[in-house]
């Protein structure tokens, strides 16, 4: 991911950038955390349409999944079986990867999911 984020989403804490593929290598064992902690990102534009990027909220999938299809699609096709990779950043815990998850999860009406908590030490060996 690159670091040219619009100011609401660096403010939330995305002031570095990863890749992810350098995330999933990472040997960082599997816990479960309660959705509630997570759902936070649902109000914060990190999805995009059209010509825009970061201009739509999960939450407007989640509710309107008929006016957004490209990305409810992209939703529930995302496997679960697979865990979300968090940091703690700025007093919360950020998605890394697995951000359409945490939607499926939700619309699912799950409350516990995986995750993979990364800590903030381990940035150098994520970034881009």
Same mark, same amino acid.
């Given at each position: ?9 660096? /403010?939330?804490? +995305?002031?570095?950038?990863? =890749? ?10 599997? &816990? !479960?955390? $309660? ?7 649902? /109000?914060?534009? +990190?999805?995009?349409?059209? =010509? ?10 989640? &509710? !309107?999944? $008929? ?62």
């Amino acid at each position: 991911m690159e670091n040219n984020y619009p100011q609401i989403i660096k /403010d939330v804490g +995305f002031d570095f950038s990863w =890749d992810e593929k350098k995330v999933w290598s990472l040997d960082i064992s599997v &816990e !479960e955390m $309660d959705i509630s902690e997570l759902t936070w990102h649902f /109000d914060i534009p +990190f999805l995009w349409e059209g =010509d825009g990027v970061y201009n739509l909220k999960p939450k407007e999938v989640i &509710e !309107e999944p $008929d006016s957004h299809k490209e990305e409810y699609s992209r939703t529930m096709k995302s496997d679960l079986k697979y865990p979300i990779d968090i940091m703690e950043n700025k007093g919360h815990w950020l998605i890394l990867d697995g951000l359409h998850q945490l939607m499926k999860a939700a619309m699912l009406d799950m409350k516990v999911v995986q995750v993979r908590k990364i800590s903030r030490s381990r940035i150098k060996e994520i970034e881009n």
